[in-house]
């Protein structure tokens, strides 16, 4: 498993029903990207990150426990492995910890 410093700035987690009675759980985290420039292209965009859904949710519960105490974007060190996402195998977000 590989660990990264990122920055979330959004977390979003739960149960999902489809119209065509489909149903399942989902975890992600919103980002943003370095900045490039890139020909007629610049600047930062924001990224999804899938978040492992083991445990009910405990790494989104983490997530979201650190964003509501600080209100604004908070630094993490992320551990990433590899996980299964509708259907096909993904990096996600395994862990997270304050850096020090």
């Not at 420039?37 to 989104?60: E, H, I």
């Not at 509501?68 to 096909?88: C, R, W």
Request: net charge positive; hydrophobic share 35%; charged share 20%.
């Amino acid at each position: 498993m590989n660990k990264m410093r990122i920055t979330i700035y959004g977390s979003n987690f739960g149960e999902y029903q489809t119209d065509d009675g489909k149903s399942g759980i989902f975890a992600n985290v919103h980002t943003l990207t370095d900045y490039i420039s890139d020909g007629n292209k610049c600047g930062c965009s924001l990224g999804k990150t899938a978040v492992d859904t083991a445990n009910a949710f405990a790494v989104s519960k983490q997530i979201q426990m650190e964003l509501e105490a600080k209100k604004a974007p908070v630094d993490f060190i992320a551990t990433f492995g590899l996980g299964v996402s509708q259907g096909k195998t993904t990096m996600l977000i395994k862990s997270v910890e304050i850096p020090k």
